[in-house]
């Protein structure tokens, strides 16, 4: 596509709720990150792909968070137990092959956990 | 591991005028530094990044300037315009991987 899709858009669920949250990239980009934006500050890393494996995952706050990229292309986030903390909105970028070649950043699905 | 610091956390400027945003990093092995424009409610847009290789980098009103040794760089927008307001993010590659560290952003404001 021509950009990077993110789905849902807004996503309001409640605690203790499992999600599951999707981006599409842009085709043809190998590498994919998964960020986290809180309010009023920077995105914070959660996770990258190359590929069809997680080649840093560093960035996953504790074992609730998982992420998948089965056939190198989609990817989806899944939150198990959903705490109120984890509302944020997470942001989905790729590039064609790696970092230095720039991000493009989906819009972004809000996440609300009430 | 890699911290970014950055400042102003808030900038207000006349249009026309110059605005430089700072940003310093920790992990001297940081290679790679890009700056995001964030309109509200957008998604960050890449708007100009600088190797380490490289001193200084323009693009037409917007030029970023990287010292190594003191492990500071900056975004320099010239000649500002209204459109121009938005959150804008420093970021620094964590070294030797595909991590990028954001600091905490800068929002702009450019008065008419």
């Known amino acids: 596509g021509a950009g990077v899709s993110q789905t849902p858009s807004n996503k309001v669920t409640e605690k203790g709720k499992y999600v599951e949250l999707r981006c599409d990239p842009i085709s043809g980009h190998t590498a994919l990150y998964w960020y986290r934006q809180s309010l009023g500050q920077g995105p914070e890393f959660l996770i990258y792909f190359q590929g069809t494996g997680a080649a840093d995952d560093s960035g996953l706050p504790n074992d609730r968070f998982f992420a998948v990229r089965p056939e190198g292309s989609v990817s989806t986030l899944k939150i198990q137990r959903t705490e109120r903390g984890d509302s944020a909105v997470y942001l989905c970028?790729?590039?064609?092959?790696?970092?230095?070649?720039?991000?493009?950043f989906g819009s972004g699905t809000r996440l609300t956990v009430v | 591991g890699e911290n970014v610091e950055q400042h102003p956390s808030t900038l207000s400027v006349q249009e026309g005028d110059s605005a430089v945003i700072k940003c310093t990093y920790s992990d001297s092995a940081s290679n790679y530094f890009p700056w995001y424009k964030q309109e509200l409610g957008k998604r960050p847009q890449l708007i100009i990044d600088?190797?380490?290789?490289?001193g200084e980098k323009k693009d037409q009103r917007i030029a970023v300037t990287l010292n190594k040794t003191a492990k500071h760089f900056s975004l320099h927008i010239t000649e500002t315009q209204p459109e121009d307001s938005a959150v804008y993010f420093c970021?620094?590659?964590?070294?030797?991987?595909?991590?990028?560290?954001f600091g905490k952003g800068t929002k702009l404001t450019v008065n008419p």
């Open positions: 970028a790729s590039t064609k092959k790696g970092i230095s070649y720039g991000y493009t």
């Open positions: 600088i190797r380490s290789n490289v």
């Open positions: 970021a620094a590659s964590q070294g030797g991987s595909e991590k990028l560290v």
